[in-house]
């Protein structure tokens, strides 16, 4: 059973504009929350986390949020750049990580 | 050196082969995992070692089986594997076992077996 879910396999956005990832689990014992990246031919990398603590957190044009009452979490680019086509991964743990199947972002010039 | 290093990068094995994947991280990190990755699917936990002892292993078909020598070395042997074993098999390292401590994955070996 999964319990961390990618609804949109893909999502194609314009340079300079926002990009918006979402992400829905099911365990509410989830405490921690991360984004991964991965490029074709490399594993992935950490991106940005959140405890579920927190509603938000900021890094650069990386902002996670995490609505704990809607089980949602979402990554917002902004503004989106050509570098940030590739997969994005959400994850979440209570001791073990879950990942979702990810999701491809393709950002047009 | 890069923090994670996997060899190979490809492989492609018959049913009746045995070979071996190999990972080395250089982050002083004390946990290590195997991931299996298939095609749309989510990246699946396959073993996880601290401090070079088996702490989880996710119901892995015994046709893979991981050996930890120590800290910074992780190997997954494979023998008689099957055409849906076919897929992206990822090492990662982190400071520490427990979900709030972020893995550095290595590059991955994309495995065929035919």
């Known amino acids: 059973d999964q319990q961390v879910k990618q609804n949109s396999p893909s999502l194609s956005v314009q340079e300079g504009r926002i990009s918006i990832l979402n992400c829905d689990y099911t365990?509410?014992?989830?405490?921690?929350f991360l984004w991964y990246k991965k490029y074709p031919a490399e594993g992935p990398t950490f991106l940005i986390s959140?405890?579920?603590?927190?509603d938000k957190n900021e890094d650069g044009r990386f902002t996670v949020f995490l609505n704990k009452s809607a089980k949602h979490l979402s990554l917002h680019i902004v503004p989106s750049q050509p570098g940030d086509s590739a997969v994005y991964f959400c994850?979440?743990?209570?001791?073990?990580?879950?990942f979702g199947a990810g999701t491809t972002v393709t950002v047009r010039a | 050196e890069t923090g994670v290093t996997q060899t190979p990068r490809h492989l492609v094995m018959g049913m009746t082969n045995k070979k071996s994947l190999k990972c080395e991280q250089h982050?002083?990190?004390?946990?290590m995992y195997w991931y299996k990755q298939s095609a749309k699917k989510p990246l699946e936990l396959m073993f996880v070692?601290?401090?070079?002892?088996?702490?989880e292993n996710n119901s892995v078909p015994s046709r893979f089986s991981p050996e930890c020598p120590n800290s910074s070395h992780l190997f997954l042997h494979l023998h008689t594997l099957q055409p849906e074993d076919s897929a992206l098999y990822l090492c990662?390292?982190?400071?520490?076992?427990?979900?709030?401590?972020?893995?550095?994955f290595g590059n991955g070996t994309r495995l065929t077996v035919t």
């Open positions: 990662a390292s982190s400071r520490r076992t427990g979900g709030d401590s972020p893995l550095h």
């Open positions: 959140i405890s579920s603590i927190k």
């Open positions: 365990n509410s014992m989830f405490d921690y």
């Open positions: 070692y601290s401090l070079e002892e088996r702490v």
């Open positions: 994850a979440a743990s209570t001791d073990k990580l879950s």
């Open positions: 982050l002083g990190h004390n946990a």
